[in-house]
């Protein structure tokens, strides 16, 4: 959500400036802009909605001169998508990016309105700009500017601020939203993530809550939240592991469906060797009474399947909670639960206000995230990484199956530990799982087949998804993937569930997609099935090839996945709920990788 660049380089900064954004398209935005300084210290600005080709072609007619920059991709929270309400906003002296949200900016606008100060835009961060520059209007310089302006805010934020007649110095500061310190040979570098900055350098310091920091050419000086001068550490980045490349796809997403074999591969091959789980020292599962398991979104459905893992595995009670809910119910923890935030960023607002919340409360707090260096790899007792690669594509795919590959790693242990199974079933289990890989390999194949299906699930207003046991989460990503990419209304439900409501919904328009293996729950899903058909429903059921057999005529179609898997089957049956879900919106035309109004990271409430 939004991305940040700031530069203070030894070239023409505005083409920088641009391509660093675009490797930060994956957070969503709907508007973008750049402001430079000059060598002769003049600042300016350019601005545009839309995507950033439109900033583009803007600079290319009114090009934007100078070494010094910030530059920023907005997802509009306060005002809409226009070019008033877009990043960088200035005022005077001073122009300034944000990334959060300023909770009581309204306030601090009625302030400036009685000074006689009018705002331009709808923004709060609007605020912020028009805050600095009255006090470089009274005097201040631009870090005692800055930091009577920080002193006023309220809420969450990445900010950066860039100075008129200063080539040389931009201001940053950090609270709650990510921020990075990039460091060059004679240039700096900020950004909101690694991926912005790993063109310029491989050197990263992350700013830490509270953090304020002045960027000169010369290097980086870091105050804390109590305003003592730090030092921070620098880290080093693996540039590889932040190239951004469709491999020859026509989108990120399919590449990243693709490269699910490899990736739960890798993440096997991590935690496991042999007939041995490895992890890291301090989770005692045998002295744990209770697993809190929060995430948003599809992060929270990977939770949603591991509930059932640990449950049925290692009879280890198990609560899994929204994150945005999580707190405001003031859920009773104690000293014998293990949380465990679930985050692809490990940024994510959500998750990191409610592992701040238990972490004290609890036994243990775990970050199972897919960036090492993210806030809550940091904040947590533990921080497990999923391995899953930059995923670039809005809606996730391979970071999903890969936090399921990393829960299941951990409910296996929650039994060994608890001596729920024995070595004999921990080594059968152990099969399964690695089972994993190549047998989503082989459901891989069934693109062509989803791109049929796609055809006729395009056409609907509504698709309703089936499932029992831990396929029931999976049937809810199923849904949520179709909702995010196509914008088709789509429901998932527990088939138990069918007579208890959805099937009002029920009729010769409404598709519904029926995932069933043939497992000990498949009779029980295929009695709900024929109770859709009844009413004339279009079933496309997705089972293994003994179950389709064992269901019969009268569905409308099938997708038939490999037999194995045992447990751990719902990150094969992942597969062909993505791919429905990305030949639906390629057949409708919407933008796979960026769906409308959605971000990749979400570090505002």
Known sequence: MCGIIGILGSHEVSPQLVEALKRLEYRGYD??????????????????????????????????????????????????????????????????????????????????????????????????????????????????????????????????????????????????????????????????????????????TYLEDGDHAVLTRAGVQIWDAAGRQTHRATARIDVGATAIDRGGYRHFMAKEIAEQPAVIGNVLNHYLKGDRIVLPEGLDFAAIDRIVLVG??????????????????????????????????????????????????????????????????????????????????????????????IEVSVASSKAFTCQLAVLAVLALEAARARCRIDDAALAAHLRDLRAVPALIAQALALSDECRVQADWLAQARDVLYLGRGALYPVALEGALKLKELSYIHAEGYASGELKHGPIALIDGDVPVVVLAPHDALFDKTISNMQEVMARHGRVLLISDAAGIAAAGDGVTASLALPQGGGIFQPMLYAVPMQYLAYHTAVAKGTDVDQPRNLAKSVTVE
């Open 31 to 204: 508007s973008a802009g750049v402001a430079t300084v000059d060598a002769s210290g003049r600042l300016d600005r350019r601005r545009a909605v839309g995507k950033l080709v439109n900033l583009s072609d803007r600079l290319v007619h009114d090009p934007l001169p100078g070494h010094s920059g910030i530059g920023h991709t907005r997802w509009a929270t306060h005002g809409a998508a226009t070019e008033a309400n877009a990043h960088p906003h200035r005022f005077g002296r001073v122009a300034v990016v944000h990334n959060g949200i300023i909770e009581n900016f309204r306030d601090l606008r009625a302030e400036l309105e009685s000074l006689g100060i009018q705002p331009q835009s709808q923004t709060d961060t609007e605020t912020v700009a028009l805050w600095t520059g009255y006090h470089l209007d009274q005097g201040m310089t631009p870090l005692e500017a800055a930091r009577a302006t920080l002193a006023r805010l309220e809420g969450a934020f990445a900010l950066a601020f860039l100075f008129e007649g200063e080539p040389d110095l931009l201001i940053a500061a950090r609270k709650g939203s990510p921020l990075a310190v990039g460091h060059g040979t004679g240039e700096m570098f900020l950004g909101s993530d690694a991926v912005a900055l790993a063109p310029f350098t491989d050197r990263i």
């Open 296 to 389: 948003c979104g599809t992060a929270h459905l990977a939770g949603h399947v591991a509930k059932y893992w640990f449950e049925q595995l290692a009879g280890l009670p198990c609560d899994i909670d929204v994150a945005s809910e999580f707190r405001y119910r003031e859920p009773p923890l104690s000293d014998r639960s293990l949380f465990v935030a679930i985050s692809q960023s490990g940024e994510t607002a959500d998750t990191l206000a409610a592992l701040h919340y238990a972490r004290d409360k609890v036994a243990r707090s775990v970050g199972l995230v897919n960036v090492g260096t993210s806030a809550i790899a940091r904040d947590a007792d533990l921080a497990l990484p999923t391995l899953a690669g």
